[in-house]
């Protein structure tokens, strides 16, 4: 049997973080293991792929949410990166650390050590941002780098949020996150830039470290509460290898309590009812699932090209040729150009709803497909929700999807903050300054004006956009999951670093958060193996 001092489950953002930190000193053996395949499609590199990848079952999971009476039985489309970089392939690029009181909150919560001053070095070890201040990393292994295109309309909903008596920000990762301005993405020259180029890359050529896709975890293995290794499937075959000094779970925060529960470690009932034996009681795993919600609201726009009609026909080669001999122009652009973080309340101390603009209405959003008619868009989410939902295996082939349960909407105040956000989304596009391109609403129209009619439509037209965490809680309490230094509580030798371990959700895109769990995690890791 093979044996590794570390076994990483999973290939995505936090797993490739972890295979170059654990490998770097080269005094340990680690081995990663990714269901999926080498991240191979033109897409990937191309920041407007994003719409094709989306839909793609060889780079998605496609995982689905069970229908549920709060979003009127819809299922939602929940889309997991499948292949080494993960979600990193597939996401929107979009760059938010999030607030400082966020992370306190996590502290205060019983996640000690993970306050904004203790993680903020971690923030900066991550990103090369050269435009940003003392506050922000100038030679971490991710480039970002401000949205670069410029547009009229956006510079006129930039124009209007002022006018609406909102703050300009030029950083909103920097001291303070209130205000409009434009997004900044994880890119470089134009082209994505995910953990594969800016962490796996780099450390692949290391003999310390071995990289397997195709390679689909299936269990870990404990005996007598200690975590020995892992099983996996590949080319048909079962493998077992051993972990010497830990397994470390980094397959995010739908797929680690999968596993976990497959593996015997979970509900009891849950277990006993789908016949798999117990190993290790812990009933909190796989629940405290939260994630981001948010509507779409478009308006037919007027006297200005949007993407809409650019994105089609002779402009979309035009499009094409301005990319590949510029690395300019609409290719470069992700699922947000302009951003908002503002407060729904005077009386709130930090911003608690996100905007992202763009220049572009879907026909069909589900399949990213476009309006043939000038429009834009602006996505609207409460960032700190407090509905709680699970995710759990509903059967014991691991081959199978868990049941996904968000429980959207299930509290007053993630109602009330989606709909008050939404109010001053319609009251900052009726400013003068958007007046000579807004034509009229389109969704949800000037029809909906009560509280009620604003829920409905939520309830009705609402999505995920990708942000599932906390199904592996950490913290100090007797239903934690794993503990502030990620150890899987009651297991030995089982670590969990992804997503998974959030407390609470960050205000804004989680994918810098997940990356900064992922630069501690392996901290925490290398400081335990040097006492060892």
């Not at 689909?216 to 293995?221: L, M, S, Y």
């Not at 478009?298 to 026909?313: F, P």
Request: overall charge neutral.
């Amino acid at each position: 049997m093979e044996q590794f001092d570390y076994v990483i489950v999973g290939g995505g953002t936090a797993a490739c973080i972890l295979a170059n930190r654990l490998s770097a000193e080269g005094k340990h053996t680690v081995l990663m293991l990714e269901a999926g395949g080498e991240p191979k499609s033109m897409w990937i590199k191309i920041p407007a792929g994003f719409t094709k990848l989306l839909v793609d079952p060889v780079y998605n999971w496609r995982f689905e949410t069970q229908p549920e009476d709060n979003v009127h039985g819809r299922t939602i489309a929940i889309p997991r990166g499948k292949g080494l970089g993960g979600s990193t392939l597939i996401n929107g690029m979009i760059y938010v650390r999030g607030q400082k009181e966020d992370y306190d909150h996590w502290s205060q919560m019983g996640a000690t050590g993970w306050s904004a001053q203790e993680v903020e070095p971690y923030f900066k070890k991550i990103e090369t941002y050269m435009a940003g201040g003392a506050s922000r990393g100038q030679s971490g292994p991710m480039n970002v780098n401000e949205v670069s295109e410029r547009y009229p309309i956006v510079d006129a909903f930039i124009a209007a949020a002022k006018e609406d008596g909102q703050d300009i920000n030029e950083d909103y990762n920097g001291q303070k996150q209130d205000g409009f301005g434009h997004y900044q993405v994880s890119q470089k020259n134009g082209q994505r830039w995910s953990v594969v180029e800016g962490y796996l890359n780099p450390a692949r050529h290391r003999q310390n470290l071995t990289v397997r896709t195709h390679a689909h975890v299936t269990r870990v293995n404990v005996e007598n509460g200690r975590c020995t290794g892992v099983t996996y499937r590949r080319g048909g075959k079962l493998i077992t290898v051993k972990a010497v000094r830990e397994v470390v779970m980094a397959a995010g925060a739908v797929q680690t309590p999968q596993i976990l529960e497959l593996s015997g470690i979970g509900d009891p009932a849950l277990l006993e009812r789908l016949g798999i034996p117990l190993v290790h009681a812990c009933a909190r795993v796989g629940e405290n699932y939260i994630d981001h919600f948010a509507t779409r609201m478009n308006w037919r726009v007027k006297n200005t090209q949007t993407l809409n009609e650019l994105a089609q026909g002779w402009r979309l080669g035009a499009a094409v040729m301005q990319y590949f001999t510029q690395r300019k122009g609409l290719l470069t652009l992700g699922t947000g150009l302009a951003f908002g973080f503002v407060k729904t309340r005077a009386e709130m101390p930090t911003p608690d709803v996100q905007y992202f603009f763009m220049h572009a209405s879907y026909a069909n959003a589900a399949i990213r497909k476009l309006d043939n008619a000038p429009g834009m868009t602006m996505g609207v989410t409460g960032m700190r929700p407090t509905s709680q939902g699970s995710i759990h295996i509903q059967s014991a082939n691991p081959l199978a999807g868990p049941a996904i349960r968000p429980n959207f909407l299930a509290t007053a105040e993630d109602q009330q903050v989606l709909i008050d956000g939404m109010k001053i989304a319609r009251r900052i596009v009726g400013r003068p300054s958007m007046n000579p391109y807004v034509d009229f609403e389109m969704s949800p129209g000037d029809s909906v004006q009560t509280d009620a009619q604003w829920l409905n439509f939520s309830r009705d037209n609402g999505q995920t956009i990708y942000h599932p965490i906390g199904t592996c809680r950490m913290g100090t309490d007797p239903q934690a999951v794993v503990d502030p230094s990620l150890k899987f509580n009651g297991i030995e030798g089982l670590r969990v670093v992804d997503a998974s371990v959030m407390p609470a959700m960050v205000s804004g895109n989680t994918q810098c958060a997940v990356m900064m769990v992922a630069e501690r995690g392996a901290d925490l890791i290398l400081q335990d193996a040097k006492r060892a």
